[in-house]
């Protein structure tokens, strides 16, 4: 088990994106969750195997509305995230 962490930058609030991440997400099965940030960013937590974190990166860059970057990194620090919150 592995964490992901990403930023997704870019039109990313208010066109379904967070809904988004969580179908995908579900369909990895991954842990955790997605939150707007004040600065117009997504941030997205989630947990699980590493070929599905890869999995989710890619699914990051072609989420709706427009994404410019996507920031993130893997790491062993996990929390034991349960089931995906829409924050």
Do not use: C
Request: glycine share 12%; aromatic share 12%; hydrophobic share 40%.
């Amino acid at each position: 088990m592995k964490r992901l962490e990403a930023r997704v930058f870019g039109w990313v609030q208010g066109v379904g994106f967070r809904a988004y991440t969580r179908w995908r997400a579900k369909e990895l099965g991954l842990h955790g969750y997605a939150r707007n940030l004040p600065d117009g960013s997504v941030e997205v937590v989630v947990e699980g195997p590493e070929e599905a974190l890869k999995k989710m990166v890619d699914y990051l860059w072609v989420g709706p509305g427009r994404v410019d970057d996507v920031k993130w990194s893997i790491s062993d620090r996990v929390e034991g995230l349960e089931g995906f919150r829409i924050l």
